[in-house]
Nanobody, 123 residues
Framework: QVQVAESGGGLVQAGGSLRLSCAAS????????MGWFRQAPGKERERVAT????????YYADSVKGRFTISRDNAKNTVYLQMNSLKPEDTAVYYC????????????????WGQGTQVTVSS
């Protein structure tokens, strides 16, 4: 059974930076994809960034392009989300998602989800 666990959320001022980590356990990823989603109060869940495990091909939502960077560490089975130039509208619960299936594309679907980590950006 695959489990994913996020860490690294917190409170930061606008313009600041945070790095989120997502560790996957239960199997070694050599294919499939992992990614980050977020959900703000009263809003639908939004795809933020995803990465294909085999070749590190990435996808970013327009709202975060140029500010966020997703990366992976194969040896640690971990994905990171470096968030720079944070804005109050980035405030949300951030969820990590994963799928180890080689049939899964960069946009998913994702089978395994973490519990989420809160990111709050103050103005």
């Amino acid at each position: 059974q695959v489990q994913v666990a996020e860490s690294g959320g917190g409170l930061v001022q606008a313009g600041g930076s945070l790095r989120l980590s997502c560790a996957a356990s239960g199997r070694t990823f050599s294919s499939g994809a992992m990614g980050w989603f977020r959900q703000a109060p009263g809003k639908e869940r939004e795809r933020v960034a995803t990465i294909r495990w085999s070749d590190a091909h990435t996808y970013y939502a327009d709202s975060v392009k140029g500010r966020f960077t997703i990366s992976r560490d194969n040896a640690k089975n971990t994905v990171y989300l470096q968030m720079n130039s944070l804005k109050p509208e980035d405030t949300a619960v951030y969820y990590c998602a994963a799928s180890p299936s080689p049939r899964v594309g960069i946009l998913g679907p994702f089978d395994y989800w973490g519990q989420g980590t809160q990111v709050t950006v103050s103005s």
